[in-house]
C-alpha cells in the first residue's frame, strides 16, 4: 500500500503525519482509479444514453453499492452527500420534527448546530447529555434526557478529540424504546472499525469520504429505508424529480430524491475504491491502532506539561488531545512543524465542549494506517523541545 505523498519532506524533515482526524492521505489505489475514471470513463450520470453515460452512471452506481457494502446496509439505503455535514444536514432539514432533540457534549459542531437551529425553529427542547469525569458518555443521564417527548437522538459513535467510543446500540435501544430516532456521526468511526448499521440498529450514519482515504468533497448518508421514504428532500433541482408541473412536482425515489444536481461524480467513484481499501485493510487497521493507542498512551505520559485531555486507558479512539503547560496549541504545532510534524491546534469544531472542559483549544495528534511507532516516538521528541523553545 502507497501513500505518494508520505514521500515528500516538510521542512527538510521526513513527513509524520498525525492530522488523518482533520483528513486522511489518500493511498495510491484511490488516486490511480480516480484518475482512470476521469481518463477512461467520464460523463454525467444518469442522463445521457451514449456510451461513456452509461459507463459513468453504472461506475457511479457501484461505488453506492460499495458503500454499502462497508456499512452493511442495500445501495438505496446511500445517499451521496458532500460529507458529513451535509448527510447530517439532509437529516435535520427534511424531519417532520415533532419532539424534543437530545445531542452530547461530545459533538461536533456538525451533529450539534443542524440540531441545535431546528429545535430552535420548532419550539422544541434542546437537551444535551454531559460526560462523565473520566471523558466517557453519561449513560445514566442519558437514560434521563431521553424520553417519550423526544423524536431525535443524534450521537457522535467515535469522538474527534477524547478519543471516546460512544455505545451506540445501547442509545440505539434507548431511542427506540421512546420511538425517538436516532441519528449517528460516524465521520471518525469508519476509518478504523468495520460499523455494521443493522447491528447497531442505527436509523441514519454519516460519513465523510476524505476522513476513510478517500476524496474531499464526497461524504454518504445512510438511511433505513423506511425513514428515507418518508424523509423530505431539501435541496430541489435537476434529476431528484419524478414529474415537474407548472403547479407542483413529485419526487424520484430515494436515494436519487437527495442527490439533486450534478453530483460528486468522480468523487462518489473514488469514495467507492476508498470504501473497498478500508474492507480490505481492517485488519491491518485494527492491528495498527492496537499498537499505536497504549505506545502512545505511555510516550505522552512521559513528557512533563502534557496534559491528555481524553480517555486514558486502551478502550479508546485514535485521537489524542492535550494541552501543554500554558503554551498556546497553536504555538505547540509550530515547534512539531518544524520537525516535519502535522497535528491539529484549536477547538477542533467543538466549542461546547471545550468550553464544558474550562479550555480554548487543544492540540491533537491523530492516526491513520500509516503511522508507525516510529512516528510517535518523533512526536514525542518534537514535544519534548516545546518546552525548550517557550522556557
Ligand atoms: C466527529 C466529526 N463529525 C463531523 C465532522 C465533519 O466532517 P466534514 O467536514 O467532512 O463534513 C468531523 C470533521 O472533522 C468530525 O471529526
Given amino acids: 500500500m502507497t501513500f505518494p505523498i508520505l514521500e515528500r519532506k516538510i521542512r527538510g524533515k521526513r513527513l509524520v503525519y498525525l ?3 482533520a483528513s486522511a492521505q489518500k493511498p495510491a489505489v484511490v488516486l490511480e482509479g480516480e484518475k482512470a475514471f476521469y481518463e477512461q470513463h467520464y460523463a454525467n450520470v444518469h442522463r445521457g444514453v451514449h456510451t461513456l453515460a452509461e459507463e459513468a452512471t453504472e461506475k457511479y452506481e457501484e461505488a453506492r453499492e460499495k458503500v454499502g457494502k462497508l456499512l452493511n446496509a442495500s445501495s438505496e439505503e446511500v445517499i451521496f452527500t458532500s460529507g458529513t455535514t451535509s448527510a447530517i444536514n439532509v437529516v435535520a432539514n427534511g424531519l417532520e420534527l415533532d419532539g424534543d432533540i437530545v ?4 459533538e461536533h459542531h456538525s451533529n450539534f448546530v443542524p440540531w441545535q437551529q431546528l429545535a430552535k425553529e420548532h419550539g422544541k427542547k434542546f437537551k444535551v447529555i454531559p460526560l462523565t469525569p473520566d471523558f466517557h458518555l453519561d449513560t ?25 467510543i460512544n455505545p451506540i446500540k445501547e442509545l440505539a435501544d434507548i431511542a427506540h424504546e421512546h420511538n425517538a430516532i436516532l441519528v449517528v456521526d460516524g465521520a471518525q468511526a469508519v476509518a478504523h472499525e468495520k460499523v455494521d448499521v443493522k447491528a447497531l440498529d442505527v436509523d441514519f450514519y454519516a460519513i465523510s469520504g476524505h476522513k476513510m482515504y478517500g476524496p474531499s468533497g464526497i461524504g454518504a448518508l445512510y438511511g433505513r429505508k423506511e425513514l428515507l421514504t418518508k424523509l423530505q428532500p431539501s435541496i430541489f433541482g ?6 415537474v408541473k407548472i403547479e407542483d412536482t413529485t419526487w424520484n425515489d430515494a436515494p ?46 512521559e513528557v512533563e506539561d502534557v496534559t491528555l485531555i481524553g480517555v486514558a486507558d486502551e478502550k479508546r479512539g485514535t485521537c489524542f488531545a492535550f494541552t501543554f503547560a500554558d503554551v498556546h496549541p497553536h504555538d505547540v504545532s509550530s515547534v512539531l512543524d518544524e ?15 471545550h468550553c464544558a472542559l474550562g479550555l480554548d483549544a487543544t492540540t491533537r495528534a491523530s492516526f491513520g494506517i500509516y503511522n508507525t511507532k516510529e512516528d510517535v516516538d518523533a512526536f514525542i521528541a518534537a514535544l519534548k523541545k516545546v518546552k525548550e523553545v517557550f522556557t
Fill in 256 to 301: 436519487w430524491k437527495f442527490e439533486a444536481g450534478t453530483p460528486n461524480i468522480a468523487g462518489a467513484v473514488a469514495m467507492g475504491f476508498a470504501a473497498d481499501f478500508l474492507r480490505e485493510n481492517y485488519e491491518q487497521i485494527t492491528k495498527t491502532d492496537a499498537e499505536l493507542v497504549p505506545y502512545m498512551l505511555e510516550r505522552i505520559a
Fill in 140 to 164: 445514566e443521564k442519558a437514560r434521563e434526557l431521553i424520553d417519550v417527548n423526544t423524536a431525535v437522538v443524534a450521537i457522535n459513535h467515535v469522538s474527534n478529540v477524547l478519543g471516546t
Fill in 339 to 353: 520537525h516535519g510534524i502535522a497535528v491539529r491546534a484549536g477547538h477542533h469544531c467543538t466549542q461546547p465542549l
Fill in 103 to 106: 445531542v452530547s457534549m461530545l
Fill in 238 to 243: 435537476g434529476e431528484m424529480v419524478r414529474e
Fill in 19 to 21: 492530522d488523518s482526524a
